[in-house]
């Protein structure tokens, strides 16, 4: 299928991610068609995906059908399918399959995956978590091996069942630990015979010197001793040098653990390697200061796939707002060219960062103003309903969330996949 | 592990479905400990599991960890494993780990699977509902037909791809096809650009003389009014005698579909094999009028793996309050038994029949008393959300129907697993 319109401008989008998707709404009235392609069928919010793989919350309730999000727009076409290279001075899209879809302009918000700087073969035994098939998959992992503990009656192999590896200790991994440690010491106990949760031990190994190293020092101090008070072993400027299906190794020690979670790292799409850019060591394009590609002035990157320096000098966080911002100024300055006219560079505004911190504690940097505790729960709970996207995820979210303070219930404790050995 | 304690007796129960799980509810109190095993974590509410498979419901909001209902009873071990054998003689429990667990009373409540009738080569093709997998499986294959025929341009094979083929008209078929027709009628049309999701045929496709051949046949006819109402073309007394890739074969005629669900038949878990005990052509256990398997008075078995006559001289149905009240009659007659009495048969006490047909309609035969329509659909809605377990889910499946009766929108359209694919 080659699309060969000339009328009206073409504007193709890689990957409904929030940058993407930002994008899209914002072309809203704009004089374009735009093709929206995306591998997944789903726009996923991923700040909350670390609570469907620790069970608090399903699957459905933090994504989207990216068609259904889009329904009222009918110049916008969605595509499930599999983007593989550009052909830029052909201005095509080339899919997998062998289709090619042509562009006046393009968008690309192809977000990135986890990484592990030259240890892929690390990924079997110390899965990340980027998509929904990564958080079903540790979830799968985390509940089987409480399972297998209940049934070990070995006591060393039933230590390592019982031990999970958080590696590193950005807000993923603090987030993970923290819950599994919640899922541990207050949801499971009563469901088991054999074994004693409470003994789990949760170990958040970081090679950097503090947790949460992209917030200020003293809420990094506070997320320590919050997590630790959570029963949480904090372990600080190790670097793993060796995951296996059996255990860890740091600071040359070796720790069984048979649950190993990788929240260390992350590297970018192949959109550098498609246009043959300049890129970071984490394969970030390296974009103007109005998010073009260099050379490309048809071709705009947002969000996880790009490096740009913020107003601080420092390189834009790889965090939802920030993807959200560049995708609304893409949209923007798409139309003001549209028209005649352009747009002073892309300036990220930072609102704030936020971090859970087991079920009732949060810490929150709006730059000003710093809370942690309880009430910066609530803001950091408040605030995730209110960027979810319609009534009925918000009702459905805030309802699961009520039940597990209310009653440490986690409504999503379902081992699916994998363990469908049928005996019938 | 060999279970060595005499004291006090104990009670194996293999399968925590309705039955499994009705016999452990009802042996509270008595003096015996329990060990439920389940090569599930969960329980599965099957009856809307059609709802699942249609992107109605979420998994988690049909499923319950096992463990959780049974947090309450320190006498009753849940085992997350594979039961592959009993040795009757020796009272053991053989699991496929290796593992025995002896028993002084056993309590099979396996279930059933689906049956291709001697054609388990048409299993790839034409999938079965039984587990939380295989709705997820469906789901995805029937969002991924859409999705397909979005973006192909020829005609024969865009047909092909609208084309959805329920094979066998009991409640699961009608339901299957009724909700497609919905989701294909209501809920997807202002999503796609280049197909008309009206244009979608759903065939049911049944061997037998007519729709719920279990129900009255004024409730049939109604069923099928209601179904051709719905667009679903409903093809009555035609074996289907070939399923493949790309479609099916009845009455002589190829159909092209992509799509094809079965619903036709089920066959017993092999529990009479196990025992090397009479059993019917599905494998049935042919039980005592006590439930116990003949030759085994130690042996109980209930719900879809046994067959036994009702009251009315007609097989006890595979349903699961016949399952409940199976469960719940064992869970007497061992207390009885301990205190060194008995019980009369087992009498099976009718309570109704239901069928969903679309979103607005259902059939109910209480017996006496028949209703159909807009009526029975609220009383089918009420029964199934009181016999969810737990308020959480109660008021989730009570969302997610409000938004479906409301907004047509299916909160579950999700497509994960075998989407996999990685660009990044």
Redesign the interface.
Known sequence: ?TTALKQPHHVVIVGAGFGGLEAAFGLAGAPVRITLID????HLFQPLLYQVATASL????I?W?I??L???R?E?????????GVDAEGKRVLL?DG?TISYDTLVLA????HAYFGHDEWEPFAPGLK???DA?TLRRRI??AF?RA??E?DPARRAALLTFVIIGAGPTGVEMAGTIADLAKDTLP?????IDTHKTRVVLVEAGPRVLAGFPEDLSAYALRSLQELGVEVVLGQPVTECAIDGVVYGGNRLEARTIVWAAGVR???AAEWLNAPADRAYRLKVEPDLTVPGHPDIFAVGDTVTIAGPDGNPVPGIAPAAKQQGRYVAALIKARLSGGTLPPFRYKHAGSLAQIGKRKAVIDFGRIKLRGNLAWWIWGIAHIYFLIGL??R??VA??WL?IHARD?R???????G??????
Chains 1, 2 share one sequence.
């Open positions: 299928m591998r997944r069928n789903h399903a699957t459905s309730e994504a059908p068609r259904y889009l329904r009222d009918p916008v076409t969605t595509l499930f399918a599999n983007v593989n997998e289709d192809t977000g990135a995956r998509t929904l098939e079903t509940l089987v399972e209940e049934r009656t009563p469901d088991f015979r054999n970018a799409s192949r009925r995820n009702l459905s309802l699961s039940w219930q409504a999503a404790r379902l081992i699916t996949q363990s469908s050995k049928v005996t019938g």
